[in-house]
DNA sequence: TAAGTTCTAAAGGTGTGATGTTTGGTTCTG
DNA sequence: CAGAACCAAACATCACACCTTTAGAACTTA
């Protein structure tokens, strides 16, 4: 039952290959398809086009109009805070672009994740938060770079987990997201410098303390040294 | 050819109620519902009870599994940054948590989005900015709540935009949420106060010199009310 | 010539029946 | 009692027919 004229495709690779392409800018803003012509190209019936066409409607990458077919949406109408338009524009030829924008959102939301986690961690989240900053006190001062980074996600995750705010602590995947890519954007030294490492644990104290300033003071400490990097 | 039995919906009828009843907890984490139930229910084919399926599962409401059926998801799993499931969760039983959970992410997101949009306004910006800011100071002393509001929420707009960052332009529409979505929630006297004007004066004018530290501190003050506001 | 009207065909929307595929459960067997 | 074999439920996909909307062409008329 093998179809050799066209690559047969499952349905969420579809959906999958045409947001990337969207993203891309491979279709401009305006741009019509139709489902036939995706029919033809995946080599699928009109069911599983449909359902592709309607993951990529849900997020706003294009809108289906009758007698026309399927038109693309500006990109200032996407639904750009969704976990899949984040994954194609960071698989996008625009990567750089959308991660400095992502670590703006995340240098922008974690001062206040930071102060939000103190008024609101519990006795456990204190100690795993402590814990953490202490772990990546001893991986950085070793050069155990991977480890180290591992443990900073962690780190960040708790405390936007901690904060009781679910917008926040859906930012946790993209936090990660941007402190892995760092190295690969040149955004990060090959050692951590002790800065960022006491800062890590000033805000850990200040969470495990209940000192929501305290905790947003050292956070701004964290964020600023990203700011700066990003500016080069 | 109308259904008499059932109340016969439009495709996009369905996914809203739906998307609506999960928000809002009438199927549990983990409830499984069938294809067969919705058709029943809403009087609609396999098509459409597929299609208004297709939208809940690229929010991450639910997801579909073979010889089991649809089941609801984890609140945690949500895509709870997209429009739809903040109007979802808006129009919830829980609309209070939902609306303070938007106003910290406002808070954590204009902070930064002031001292970017100084860095990055154009000259028709920074005149509009001043503009608004006029324009508000104005009709908040006339007491012209409506107008003031509208003011408010177009000077807001402006600025996220002007930082020319695609995620914090997104939260335009949700920050016009909460801003007229105040009053309802007793969070704004019927009067704006004396600083708040002089705050909005003094963002607009650092952003229009291109002063990112300025405006960051103004909109610190701003948003330093909306947070004791938050706490009572 | 310009403006309005009608018509038509293109493309998505919806409905249905048949068939494929996965997979949780059940039953059978050694 | 463990494991293999089997079954049936529910979604996945396909094919096809028909409905609905509507951009644009063709046509009329002032």
Redesign the interface.
Known sequence: MANSAVARVGRDAISETLGREIVDGAHRSGAVLTLESLQQRFGVSRTVA??SV??LE??GLLYSKRRIGLVVTA??H???????VIAWRLASADARGAFI??T??R???E???AA?AAARRTEVQAHQMLDLAATMRRLGESEQLTEFITADIAFHRLMLEAGG??????LADVVAEVLSGRTQHGLMPTRPMPEALDAHDGVARAIADQDPREARRYMEVLVDEVRSALEE
Chains 1, 2 share one sequence.
């Open positions: 449909r359902d309607k993951v849900s997020h990109a200032k996407w639904d750009v805070m969704s976990p899949s924008e992502l703006q959102l240098i922008a939301v001062t206040e994740a939000l705010n679910s917008m926040f602590a859906a």
